[in-house]
């Protein structure tokens, strides 16, 4: 969502912008980049999956990976992720850190000869660190600078089992070395991967993610209840588990009978389990009626919901690198409540809409909850300043400037 964001801003600004979807088609709650549906799926998810555990996949011919790579085949994968075991993605992750070497030279061949074809570019971004061995070879056939983005690389990388985790977290810092320019987007994470990387202090630029704003506007402030919301995946690592207690200790431990709860986001099968044990403890509770679950919105769905929450919070439990829904929330004018930890305290200072909790648990954000809801004075100020400040410094126009500034230091070709 933030790559095509800053594309289609890009081209607004006359610059001549392609996406090139890896692994997977760009799954996208808005319009794509003009002609990004035109555009290859590179090292595709199948493939690559297939190439890895059978070497006679390396070998076949054009056409058998082009049905591979087939778009409704490649969502289907999506949806069944969960289905690969974590050393299965520690050995891809670590072959594509080393691609010169693994068994993907086939699928890399081809993103380069692509590349040669529509016209050297100017400069290639990379939109992940997990990216960074792809920068070499790019650099040694096109001759061109590499810019590569940081996106929450290290929780996936901590997820990974010995002894990938530490190969993968050494080489991807070994390989980041080819790249012109790292951009991060806050500067907690540019401190915190430069620190877990062994980097000097401000090697990685900060650029904020931006939003495309139209159509977020705030909400009538006519709900009939109070109406507390999250939007983000339904997992233990975003928190769902500790927002469903949140509202169980606000309803029965601090008698706010009116309260309700929303929770939309994607789900995927691998999250059914943990769902289906929170509608339970909220059964128990005799609340399972007061609250929604919406999986998979829209964006104009997903605007909507926003629209009709009082509160907002996503506890997540690791160091999370932005959190673009806590910025789309705020530019709805909803107030946020998020835990004092990652990039949440930054976010929150630049647009003053919201309030961070010291502990990152059921009964904080239960009494924060309730503490705002008592007070319609500063919840209005958090409205109002909340949406001056996210088109001040986190829309989409803004983000495509401050890529095109930092662009101005590159080194030329």
């Not at 403890?281 to 997903?302: I, Q, T, Y």
């Amino acid at each position: 969502m933030r790559d095509n964001a800053l594309a289609i801003e890009l081209h607004k600004a006359g610059e001549d912008v392609t996406i090139l979807p890896m692994y997977l088609p760009l799954m996208l709650d808005e319009e794509p980049l003009e002609g990004l549906n035109d555009t290859p799926v590179f090292f595709g998810g199948i493939n690559m999956y297939l190439q890895s555990k059978v070497s006679l996949f390396r070998k076949t011919p054009a056409f058998v990976d082009r049905l591979l790579n087939r778009t409704g085949l490649l969502r289907w994968a999506a949806r069944h992720s969960h289905m690969t075991s974590a050393r299965e993605h520690g050995q891809m992750c670590l072959d594509m850190l080393n691609i010169e070497s693994s068994g993907f030279s086939k699928e890399f061949d081809k993103l380069l000869d692509w590349l040669a074809e529509i016209g050297k570019p100017e400069v290639i971004c990379l939109s992940t660190a997990l990216q960074a061995g792809l920068a070499d070879e790019i650099k040694k056939r096109l001759g061109i600078p590499i810019v590569l983005f940081f996106q929450g690389e290290d929780s996936f990388l901590d997820g990974l089992p010995e002894p990938y985790k530490s190969q993968c977290w050494q080489r991807m810092g070994e390989r980041l070395a080819s790249s012109d320019m790292l951009i991060s987007p806050t500067a907690f994470y540019s401190r915190y991967m430069e620190e877990r990387l062994g980097f000097s202090v401000n090697t990685i630029n900060v650029m904020p993610n931006g939003i495309k704003l139209e159509g977020y506007e705030r909400g009538t402030d006519e709900s009939e209840y109070p109406t507390i919301g999250y939007l983000a995946r339904m997992c233990r690592e975003k928190g769902v588990d500790v927002l469903v207690d949140a509202f169980i200790n606000l309803r029965t431990k601090l008698n706010n009978k009116n309260a309700r709860l929303r929770i939309a986001g994607a789900m995927t099968a691998g999250d059914v389990p943990l769902i289906k044990q929170l509608k339970k403890r909220l059964e128990r509770a005799g609340l399972e009626n007061d609250v929604d679950w919406l999986p998979n919105l829209s964006r104009d769905e997903k605007i909507d919901f926003l629209k009709s929450l009082t509160l907002f919070s996503v506890p997540v439990t690791y160091p999370e690198a932005f959190g673009l829904y806590v910025v789309e929330a705020i530019a709805c004018g909803v107030p946020v409540v998020q835990p004092k930890l990652a990039s949440f305290p930054e976010i929150i200072e630049t647009t003053k809409g919201g309030v961070c909790v010291e502990e990152n648990s059921a009964p904080a954000f239960a009494l924060a909850w309730n503490s705002l809801l008592e007070d319609p004075d500063q919840m209005r100020m958090m409205k109002d300043n909340g949406r001056r400040n996210v088109e001040e410094y986190f829309s989409a126009p803004k983000m495509s400037g401050k890529f095109l500034s930092l662009l101005k230091d590159l080194p030329t070709t």
